[in-house]
């Protein structure tokens, strides 16, 4: 199970928010940013939480997974790494995302190139100390470039222009120092995604688990069973 932490042990407590009477609900989401199942379920988040605003507030976290973590910094074909790595599968995959991807409004693009994640998550956690919302439209900035513009996770450009868009200041000082924030990712790994075997992992107030990129309905039957 879950350790619940201390913002669990107060939520629990007080489980209205003090401010607007409404019943708290705090989301740890578990992510990679290469992950195309992490932003369907990142989008359809959104959807169910847009719906239910009038009944609840609610307070979404990012935490970082690496599905690949030796991937190489500098990057490779996005394409072919995939058909590398499914065979003769990787063009239904493809196939299936686009679709899916469709179904949002998007339109999947592979092109470009996939690689190391460790600087889009140390990112991510910068963001958070300027704000959970600034962080989570970072989340859906990074998505967006990568999974839709042929954009490249691993490019300091790309980090910091999405930072900008977001207002995340300092972002390209921060992510000069190769260390900053390192430490504060490993405690989240360890915190968050030591007991899990894929992304992307919601945990809802401490203790309602789901898995996968699920759709608005299924979000919305765990607000409501917490």
Same mark, same amino acid.
């Not at 669990?8 to 989401?29: C, E, F, H, P, R």
């Not at 995939?82 to 063009?91: I, L, T």
């Not at 868009?165 to 921060?174: C, I, R, S, T, Y």
């Not at 190769?178 to 894929?198: A, C, D, Q, V």
């Given at each position: 199970?879950?350790?619940?932490?201390?913002?669990?042990?107060?939520?629990?407590?007080?489980?209205?928010?003090?401010?607007?009477?409404?019943?708290?609900?705090?989301?740890?989401?578990?992510?990679?940013?290469?992950?195309? !199942?992490? /932003?369907?379920?990142?989008?359809?988040?959104?959807?169910?939480?847009?719906?239910?605003?009038?009944?609840?507030?609610?307070?979404?976290? !990012?935490?970082?997974? /690496?599905?690949?973590?030796?991937?190489?910094?500098?990057?490779?074909?996005?394409?072919?790494?995939?058909?590398?790595?499914?065979?003769?599968?990787?063009?239904?995959?493809?196939?299936?995302?686009?679709?899916?991807?469709?179904?949002?409004?998007? &339109?999947?693009?592979?092109?470009?190139?996939?690689?190391?994640?460790?600087?889009?998550?140390?990112?991510?956690?910068?963001?958070?100390?300027?704000?959970?919302?600034?962080?989570?439209?970072?989340?859906? &900035?990074?998505?967006?470039?990568?999974?839709?513009?042929?954009?490249?996770?691993?490019?300091?450009?790309?980090?910091?222009?999405?930072?900008?868009?977001?207002?995340?200041?300092?972002?390209?000082?921060?992510?000069?120092?190769?260390?900053?924030?390192?430490?504060?990712?490993?405690?989240?790994?360890?915190?968050?995604?030591?007991?899990?075997?894929?992304?992307?992992?919601?945990?809802?107030?401490?203790?309602?688990?789901?898995?996968?990129?699920?759709?608005?309905?299924?979000?919305?039957?765990?607000?409501?069973?917490?």
């Amino acid at each position: 199970m879950v350790k619940k932490d201390s913002r669990y042990i107060q939520s629990m407590a007080n489980s209205v928010s003090s401010n607007t009477g409404k019943k708290l609900i705090q989301i740890d989401v578990s992510s990679d940013t290469v992950c195309p !199942w992490c /932003f369907v379920g990142k989008r359809n988040l959104d959807k169910a939480v847009a719906v239910s605003k009038d009944h609840y507030d609610f307070e979404i976290r !990012w935490h970082p997974f /690496f599905l690949n973590p030796s991937a190489p910094k500098e990057g490779v074909d996005k394409r072919k790494f995939y058909e590398d790595k499914f065979g003769s599968r990787a063009e239904g995959i493809a196939a299936r995302m686009t679709e899916v991807f469709r179904g949002l409004g998007l &339109e999947y693009n592979l092109s470009g190139l996939t690689g190391n994640t460790l600087d889009s998550h140390r990112l991510i956690y910068f963001a958070e100390q300027q704000g959970l919302d600034k962080q989570h439209n970072l989340v859906d &900035e990074l998505c967006l470039g990568y999974f839709t513009q042929g954009k490249y996770i691993g490019e300091r450009q790309f980090l910091v222009e999405s930072a900008r868009k977001v207002g995340v200041e300092g972002a390209a000082e921060f992510l000069e120092d190769p260390n900053n924030g390192l430490n504060e990712l490993k405690e989240e790994l360890e915190k968050y995604s030591t007991r899990i075997s894929g992304v992307p992992h919601y945990v809802i107030n401490g203790k309602h688990e789901l898995s996968g990129g699920q759709p608005p309905e299924v979000f919305l039957r765990a607000f409501q069973a917490n």
